[in-house]
């Protein structure tokens, strides 16, 4: 599967271009992000950044890279399941136990336990998760929870935020909608 994403954030003027490539043993996402002035899960400043997701073919996540246009980067490896280390290749035991990966910047990264967790949903889940903040860079673990409500609609929690929203998703578990930060349009 190669698929071409586009979002725009529902605020501040934000943008981000995303290209797909899945097959059965991994998937990989490269994209461009031109962030918002500002946003409830930002920082307010504004930013741009390349990245690049690689998981398996189950969606853990295997590796992250982002490039801001400042020049700061980050690198990240995992392996599958729930151990981290950094670009120097040290552990970073604060992150253990986070098999996904929340990036601020977009909304693909809901796809990845949508994908991965598939049927469990039909119950709440509540997963830890490496929060990657922009455009600090900063990072963190956190729990967040996903429920399905219907086909194509979850519920996404994020307690440390005190934040919720109903997401709307097409048949691949891609976002169409999050309401109050991302509308999907066509490429």
């Not at 003027?13 to 043993?25: F, I, K, N, T, V």
């Not at 729990?143 to 929690?157: G, H, I, V, W």
Request: proline letters at 6%; glycine letters at 8%; aromatic letters at 10%.
């Amino acid at each position: 599967m190669k698929r071409i994403y586009r979002w725009n954030t529902v605020e501040g003027g934000g943008s981000e271009h995303l290209a797909l490539d899945a097959d059965a043993a991994r998937i990989v996402a490269e994209s461009v992000v031109i962030g918002p002035d500002a946003g409830a899960l930002y920082e307010d400043e504004p930013f741009g950044c390349a990245y690049r997701l690689s998981c398996d073919g189950e969606w853990r996540v295997r590796e992250l890279a982002v490039w801001m246009a400042d020049g700061r980067t980050l690198a990240l490896r995992a392996d599958g399941a729930g151990h981290w280390t950094g670009a120097n290749g040290l552990p970073l035991p604060a992150l253990d136990g986070c098999i996904d990966v929340d990036l601020a910047c977009t909304p693909f990264t809901n796809t990845l336990p949508i994908r991965r967790l598939g049927e469990k949903l039909r119950q709440r889940r509540e997963l830890r998760l490496v929060f990657v903040a922009f455009p600090s860079l900063s990072l963190s673990a956190l729990s967040q929870a996903y429920t399905r409500l219907a086909p194509e609609r979850y519920l996404f929690e994020s307690p440390e935020h005190a934040f919720s929203a109903e997401i709307a998703t097409d048949e691949e578990g891609v976002v169409l909608r999050y309401p109050g930060l991302f509308v999907r349009r066509s490429p």
